[in-house]
């Protein structure tokens, strides 16, 4: 059973949960300790462990996410996966009311990889993620920097692919990411 894409967190709160606009600081609050009490160990989709270790060879490789880093870098090391990644960017490394789709997760993240200028490919599993990249990419330019940012939508994760109609390419299954980012 593939897991289904989860909204931006304060969408979550506020449209699909009722939270009230003025406490949506407080409910991000607890989301971190929530995770970090839970020690389930997400499984990796299908072909991904075998396909992580060939990216990484090609350029370095950054998470930016609204989970919590420590989990995600507990989950990455019990897989076998975490020297893919050069940077993990959690909810707790930025600001709440900063949270995808606003950039300063991609921009924090390109500070940890040393990272200024370039192309940059970002593989995102919902809508919110391909904004998150397109503003990525308009925070970059207004920051005077020569950078592109692709998004490439991993419709393997269960999101309808209508959902993620803005991606610049979709990519079916993780064996096919190398062939789609040579190719963008």
């Given at each position: 059973r593939r897991p289904r894409p989860r909204p931006p967190?304060?969408?979550?709160?506020?449209h699909a949960l009722g939270g009230p606009a003025d406490r949506l600081d407080e409910a991000g609050a607890l989301w971190g300790p929530?995770?970090?009490a839970d020690r389930t160990l997400p499984p990796l989709f299908g072909g991904l462990l075998e396909v992580l270790p060939r990216l990484?060879?090609?350029a370095p490789m950054g998470i930016c996410s609204q989970n919590d880093r420590e989990n995600i870098l507990s989950a990455l090391s019990a897989h076998g996966a975490a020297d893919c990644f050069s940077a993990v960017v959690g909810h707790a490394d930025v600001d709440f009311a900063h949270q995808k789709p606003d950039p300063a997760a991609f921009l924090?993240?390109?500070?940890?990889?040393?990272l200024r200028e370039g192309r940059f490919a970002y593989i995102g599993d919902h809508?919110?993620?391909?904004?998150?990249?397109?503003?990525?990419?308009?925070?970059?330019?207004?920051?005077?920097?020569?950078?592109e940012v692709v998004c490439v939508a991993a419709v393997w994760s269960?999101?309808?692919?209508?959902?993620?109609?803005?991606?610049d390419a979709v990519d079916a299954h993780p064996a096919d990411l190398p062939a789609i980012l040579q190719d963008l």
């Open positions: 967190a304060r969408e979550l709160y506020r929530c995770q970090l990484a060879a090609l924090a993240c390109l500070d940890h990889l040393g809508a919110g993620d391909i904004a998150f990249g397109r503003n990525a990419q308009a925070a970059l330019r207004a920051l005077g920097r020569t950078a269960g999101a309808p692919a209508a959902d993620l109609a803005d991606a």
